[in-house]
């Protein structure tokens, strides 16, 4: 019943267990569902389509190998740049919140003096 009053009057936070989900939903789930969102656009719209299919053939005629792999390990060193900063940006708000909880602890009166043995 107390932990129940404590969640109720913001002494205990959910924040940590909910970044986490977060974390995963964004480290996972958004490249993902990008990816998806691109191939329904793909199909759900002919005109997306053939500019995109047009476009990957004249890349492919006009543009050397070296550099569309140049592009493509580009393309990859920002995209585990973002997951670095990602992951960052959770662990920064997972420390605050680990500081307020150390606090939190320092602010409140010692056991003894909440059990009257003084």
Same mark, same amino acid.
């Given at each position: 019943? +107390?932990?129940?009053?404590?969640?109720?009057?913001?002494? @205990?936070? /959910? =924040?940590?267990? %909910? &970044?986490?989900?977060?974390?995963?939903?964004?480290?996972?789930?958004?490249?993902?569902?990008?990816?998806?969102?691109?191939?329904?656009?793909?199909?759900?719209?002919?005109?997306?389509?053939?500019?995109?299919?047009?476009?990957? +053939?004249?890349?492919?005629?006009?543009?050397?190998?070296? @550099?569309? /792999? =140049?592009?493509? %390990? &580009?393309?990859?060193?920002?995209?585990?740049?973002?997951?670095?900063?990602?992951?960052?940006?959770?662990?920064?708000?997972?420390?605050?919140?680990?500081?307020?909880?150390?606090?939190?602890?320092?602010?409140?009166?010692?056991?003894?003096?909440?059990?009257?043995?003084?």
């Amino acid at each position: 019943m +107390q932990t129940l009053i404590d969640f109720l009057n913001f002494r @205990i936070f /959910i =924040s940590p267990y %909910i &970044l986490l989900i977060c974390y995963y939903l964004g480290a996972i789930g958004l490249p993902i569902m990008g990816w998806l969102f691109m191939l329904w656009i793909k199909r759900k719209f002919w005109a997306a389509s053939k500019i995109y299919d047009k476009s990957k +053939q004249l890349s492919k005629e006009y543009i050397p190998l070296k @550099i569309r /792999i =140049s592009f493509f %390990i &580009l393309f990859l060193f920002f995209f585990i740049s973002m997951e670095i900063v990602w992951r960052m940006m959770f662990e920064f708000l997972i420390a605050y919140l680990q500081m307020w909880e150390a606090l939190m602890e320092l602010n409140s009166p010692p056991s003894f003096v909440k059990n009257n043995r003084l």
